[in-house]
């Protein structure tokens, strides 16, 4: 605005010398004065505040945060009960689906009183397909009343999973909501390379982006092994493969998106790859997509689990394997809530 009005101002005062010299053309010439010229007004520069650069968080540093929030994640989340709705869909040789079924079940972490390192995820199911299920507390008080009698912790596990999972057809799903992000784990790390990719933002949150890829066989992610299973939490996966597979080669690989402030797992989608000997490319035989939601308990909890299940096919007798959509599983939580004592067995609560 400065520089506008100076301009319209040093135009008046040229017009007003011009018509003084007309008016004074047939007079004795007046003495000539002089006019010193306007001012200029220079604009006042505005500051520049220049702020540090912050120090960019190494990958080590995020990935080493991340992985205490995971351990605090499981502590935390083995004294929780929520509502869980889980819907399985099964689909037909050309992709398209053919028959699915809802699950609604009353969800508790079941701690094992022989072994309190063991804990699974117990489904009280409530209703399937809208209709409920009407011996559904009986069956919560038999089932906790022969766990008692169990012989071991693994016979407990072995139970109470048996009895969560008697709708789930040609799945067996668990343990998706005890363990987030399991390849942070300090004993399982070492068999992958990580990458940070870049940030984004995830429900309003910024977020780092890290990827991980498996670089070599690990005894924490197991895949149709029958062996003894390790002494840490692991990984676990089993899957039909054609006959002429002989070494599968599977491999895990995804990515994780990490809150910038809290550290906390906010998404993850993980991959389980094969690539048989004379196979140009990687398979993936399942994958998972899970999603954490705010609560009120402290920490993010399980929003969304997609479990999307392949099925492993060869072309007549030949190398030759594909993989084509078979099952897909997902769970949807809508509240969790603090438990007021572990939940064991002998322990009932409705």
């Given at each position: 605005m400065t520089r506008k009005l100076f301009f319209l101002f040093f135009i008046a005062i040229v017009a007003n010398l011009n018509i003084a010299g007309i008016f004074a053309q047939n007079s004795r010439p007046k003495p000539k004065t002089k006019t010193a010229p306007p001012a200029r007004i220079t604009p006042t520069p505005t500051p520049v505040i220049i702020l540090p650069t912050p120090t960019p968080v190494s990958l080590e540093t995020i990935v080493s945060e991340a992985e205490k929030q995971t351990e605090n994640y499981r502590e935390e989340f083995k004294n929780l009960l929520g509502d869980e709705k889980k819907t399985f869909e099964t689909f037909d040789k050309n992709g398209k689906s053919k028959k699915q079924t809802v699950v609604e079940s009353n969800f508790i972490a079941y701690q094992s009183p022989k072994d309190e390192t063991q804990v699974t995820e117990y489904r009280n199911v409530v209703k399937v397909d809208g209709k409920s299920v009407g011996d559904s507390d009986k069956r919560a008080a038999d089932l906790f009343e022969n766990l008692a009698k169990s012989a071991s912790a693994q016979q407990e596990l072995e139970n109470v999973q048996k009895e969560s999972s008697r709708?789930?057809?040609?799945?067996?799903?668990?343990?998706?909501?005890l363990n987030q992000a399991p390849v942070l784990a300090e004993h399982i790390r070492p068999f992958f390379d990580f990458q940070l990719d870049?940030?984004?933002?995830?429900?309003?949150?910024?977020?780092?982006?890290?990827?991980?890829?498996?670089?070599?066989?690990?005894?924490?992610?197991?895949f149709n092994d029958s062996q003894p299973k390790p002494d840490k939490f692991?990984?676990?996966?089993?899957?039909?493969?054609?006959?002429?597979?002989?070494?599968?080669?599977?491999?895990?690989?995804?990515?994780?998106?990490?809150?910038?402030?809290?550290?906390?797992?906010?998404?993850?989608?993980?991959?389980?790859?094969?690539?048989?000997?004379?196979?140009?490319?990687?398979?993936?035989?399942?994958?998972?997509?899970?999603?954490?939601?705010?609560?009120?308990?402290?920490?993010?909890?399980p929003k969304r689990i997609v479990f999307t299940d392949y099925n492993v096919k060869s072309k007549d007798k030949s190398a030759s394997i594909s993989a084509v959509l078979d099952t897909k599983a997902t769970f949807v939580y809508t509240k969790f809530t603090k438990s007021e004592v572990e939940v064991k067995s002998g322990d009932v609560k409705n």
């Amino acid at each position: 605005m400065t520089r506008k009005l100076f301009f319209l101002f040093f135009i008046a005062i040229v017009a007003n010398l011009n018509i003084a010299g007309i008016f004074a053309q047939n007079s004795r010439p007046k003495p000539k004065t002089k006019t010193a010229p306007p001012a200029r007004i220079t604009p006042t520069p505005t500051p520049v505040i220049i702020l540090p650069t912050p120090t960019p968080v190494s990958l080590e540093t995020i990935v080493s945060e991340a992985e205490k929030q995971t351990e605090n994640y499981r502590e935390e989340f083995k004294n929780l009960l929520g509502d869980e709705k889980k819907t399985f869909e099964t689909f037909d040789k050309n992709g398209k689906s053919k028959k699915q079924t809802v699950v609604e079940s009353n969800f508790i972490a079941y701690q094992s009183p022989k072994d309190e390192t063991q804990v699974t995820e117990y489904r009280n199911v409530v209703k399937v397909d809208g209709k409920s299920v009407g011996d559904s507390d009986k069956r919560a008080a038999d089932l906790f009343e022969n766990l008692a009698k169990s012989a071991s912790a693994q016979q407990e596990l072995e139970n109470v999973q048996k009895e969560s999972s008697r709708y789930d057809k040609t799945l067996e799903l668990n343990g998706f909501t005890l363990n987030q992000a399991p390849v942070l784990a300090e004993h399982i790390r070492p068999f992958f390379d990580f990458q940070l990719d870049g940030q984004e933002m995830v429900d309003g949150k910024d977020v780092y982006v890290v990827s991980y890829r498996q670089k070599s066989k690990s005894p924490y992610v197991i895949f149709n092994d029958s062996q003894p299973k390790p002494d840490k939490f692991f990984l676990s996966f089993e899957a039909e493969l054609p006959k002429q597979v002989k070494e599968p080669n599977a491999l895990l690989r995804g990515k994780i998106w990490i809150d910038k402030q809290t550290y906390q797992i906010r998404r993850e989608h993980r991959e389980l790859t094969i690539q048989p000997a004379d196979t140009p490319n990687q398979l993936i035989i399942n994958e998972t997509e899970l999603e954490y939601q705010p609560s009120a308990v402290g920490i993010l909890t399980p929003k969304r689990i997609v479990f999307t299940d392949y099925n492993v096919k060869s072309k007549d007798k030949s190398a030759s394997i594909s993989a084509v959509l078979d099952t897909k599983a997902t769970f949807v939580y809508t509240k969790f809530t603090k438990s007021e004592v572990e939940v064991k067995s002998g322990d009932v609560k409705n």
